[in-house]
């Protein structure tokens, strides 16, 4: 539920430049991660290297929960939130399948075969959740619902289904509910407010009962003879090989050290990793109590202090969001069956480029128009010169066929303005002007080049026409004093 509530929440367009990157985290970092934190487990507090991997594979995952909480609060790039939100959804499943093999009776047989087998289980588990999610997308996209109120069910419905095919194909269930639900939360569903508050209301509920069961499992005098080799851990975890981690897996990738460092200190650990530390006392490894114990207290003392001192962190790199960004533009979208159309709600935000655009200058697809206005809490019928403003919410009746097209156009104006679409500025199509945009855009580019060029010609021939005619004076002149001189 947590993974699928992250998913839902994530944006496409900030994740997809940052996928190269947080695949690199979850998979390298995770790597080394893990051979960092358990050599410190294993020579600074004297666990047996089994437990000391153990606990270097259950910290190495940042937790989804922790950390989609805390950045939603934190103005930050798009860039440093779409990498550190893509890999906390994405390092759940390596993680777990490492917890797994380390906490496995026998000996791992070797190392290639466990690449192997971590490789295939995240293949399998994408496979699935790219699968679910768009078939899950497409249908409810298509079919009416007899209630609203079915929607936001449907749509976790399906995230639990990726979650299940994956997990039944032997693949990475994390890994497909979390794509999935990704690919849901990008997919403009009807009524998505409402999916997305049911879908946050389930998150915290299941967050607020892991930790109820997580402490049904704790001793708490057993927690203090533990304190002082988690403080150790967490220090290694924290101050070192997280940042190793970070700085080594995103080598290949023109980042600034700033946004690097920023990284390193976000990697928040919350209620996954204690959950995943139950998995050796489930099998019966021994110490797995001792590392329940270092993995609770290390959560708990760490969370309190990287999650309060991040905003600090982010000021004192001078990190913070461009406020000559865009902001998304919120559209609901509720389905009207029986006039084969759709009711778009539009709220119009502050950092929205629509801002001073008249309605007529959105020029939406034939079979759109925006029926109505509400704003200071007062509704009206627009007139096309009627100006927009921010925080307007804007009704807008669009029939199947262009119900894509209008959407496109509205988010094309909210990012690139009255222009959005012409000769190659930011956004979508407008309507009746399609020879303006796409292939064309060179061609135009070209044509307005050449009229300049054109310009700069008859400006040419002008300046030579009254530079002979100064020399036909000055000629003339000089013929009159020559006459007079005689």
């Not at 499943?93 to 466990?114: C, H, K, N, Q, R």
């Not at 110490?287 to 990287?306: A, D, H, M, P």
């Not at 009207?336 to 480029?353: D, M, N, T, W």
Request: aromatic share 6%; net charge neutral.
């Amino acid at each position: 539920m947590i993974l699928a509530e992250g998913g839902l929440g994530t944006k496409w367009k900030e994740v997809r430049p940052a996928l190269p990157a947080a695949i690199m985290l979850s998979l390298v970092g995770v790597g080394i991660s893990v051979g960092v934190t358990a050599a410190g487990a294993h020579y600074l507090v004297g666990l047996e290297w089994r437990q000391a991997l153990i606990i270097g594979a259950v910290v190495s995952s940042t937790d989804a929960a922790a950390v989609f909480s805390v950045l939603r609060k934190v103005p930050l790039p798009a860039r440093v939130t779409g990498v550190l939100e893509a890999e906390s959804g994405f390092n759940d499943a390596p993680v777990v399948i490492l917890v797994v093999a380390f906490s496995t009776v026998g000996e791992v047989d070797s190392w290639y075969v466990l690449i192997g087998e971590i490789a295939l289980e995240l293949a399998i588990g994408a496979a699935v959740g790219i699968a679910v999610g768009w078939l899950g997308s497409w249908g409810l996209r298509h079919v009416a619902l007899p209630a609203s109120g079915l929607y936001p069910i449907a749509v976790m419905a399906i995230a639990v289904s990726a979650y299940a095919a994956g997990a039944m194909l032997h693949g990475s269930g994390f890994l497909a509910v979390y794509l999935a639900s990704m690919i849901l939360g990008n997919a403009k569903l009807p009524h998505w407010p409402a999916t997305r508050g049911f879908a946050d209301g389930l998150g915290w509920l299941a967050q607020i009962g892991m930790f109820v069961l997580l402490g049904l499992l704790v001793t708490p005098h057993d927690l203090l003879d533990d304190f002082w080799p988690a403080v150790v851990v967490g220090l290694v975890l924290t101050v070192v090989a997280r940042p190793l981690e970070v700085f080594i897996s995103l080598l290949p990738f023109r980042l600034p050290w700033q946004e690097k460092a920023l990284m390193s200190w976000a990697g928040l650990r919350g209620a996954v990793p204690i959950i995943l530390a139950t998995i050796p006392m489930v099998s019966g490894i021994e110490g797995s109590t001792r590392v329940f114990n270092i993995v609770f207290v290390l959560v708990i003392v760490y969370t309190l202090i990287q999650g309060p001192t991040l905003p600090w962190l982010a000021k004192a790199l001078d990190i913070k969001d461009d406020p000559s960004e865009a902001s998304d533009l919120g559209i609901e979208s509720a389905p009207l069956e029986r006039l084969r159309g759709h009711l778009l709600s539009v709220a119009i935000p502050a950092k929205s480029k629509m801002h001073g655009v008249e309605v007529g200058e959105l020029r939406m697809p034939a079979g759109a128009a925006v029926t109505l206005v509400v704003r200071d809490d007062k509704s009206f019928v627009p007139a096309p010169s009627t100006v927009l403003r921010r925080g307007d919410e804007l009704l807008v009746v669009a029939t199947d066929p262009v119900r894509d097209a209008a959407e496109a156009r509205l988010r094309a104006v909210a990012e690139g303005g009255k222009l959005a679409g012409w000769l190659g500025t930011p956004g979508g199509q407008p309507a009746g002007h399609e020879d303006l945009t796409g292939p064309h855009v060179a061609g135009a580019l070209k044509a307005v080049k050449k009229l300049g060029r054109a310009d700069e010609a008859k400006k040419r021939e002008a300046a030579k026409r009254v530079a002979a005619k100064r020399e036909a004076a000055e000629q003339e002149a000089r013929k009159r004093d020559a006459k007079a001189h005689h």
